[in-house]
């Protein structure tokens, strides 16, 4: 499985960014898909994840209200809509692809199989 991630860039404080993460290879509609960010100097931590349903979405509490996750199966495709932004959120954001019934949270990292080569955000204040 391979995940091309996009979207990222500058923006200020306050703006918007969308990220792309096109999945291809061995991908199933049924796997379950997350981002992850990643500060310099930081630990890699959980943004938002979405299962195969798009029924069921899962937020860090510092994104909530501000990001939304969203998935397109038919194009093995996930979203993270980013709005008000802060300069908190600058990071390497990352997507990420792991089996679907997966017993560990959807914030575990280490439970995701599949990941993208990340791409930049910086939020300017």
């Known amino acids: 499985v391979q995940l091309q991630a996009s979207g990222g860039g500058l923006v200020q404080a306050g703006g918007s960014l969308r990220l792309s993460c096109a999945a291809s290879?061995?991908?199933?509609?049924?796997?379950?898909m997350a981002w992850f960010r990643q500060a310099p100097g930081k630990e890699r931590e959980f943004v938002a994840a979405?299962?195969?349903?798009?029924?069921?979405?899962y937020y860090a509490d510092s994104v909530k209200g501000r990001f939304t996750i969203s998935r397109d199966n038919a194009k093995n495709t996930v979203y993270l809509q980013m709005n008000s932004l802060k300069p908190e959120d600058t990071a390497v954001y990352y997507c990420?692809?792991?089996?679907?019934?997966?017993?560990?949270?959807?914030?575990?990292?280490?439970?995701?199989?599949?990941w993208g080569q990340g791409t930049q955000v910086t939020v300017s204040s």
């Open positions: 990420a692809v792991r089996a679907p019934f997966s017993l560990a949270p959807y914030s575990d990292y280490a439970s995701y199989h599949y």
């Open positions: 979405i299962n195969w349903s798009r029924v069921s979405t």
């Open positions: 290879g061995r991908t199933r509609s049924s796997d379950d």
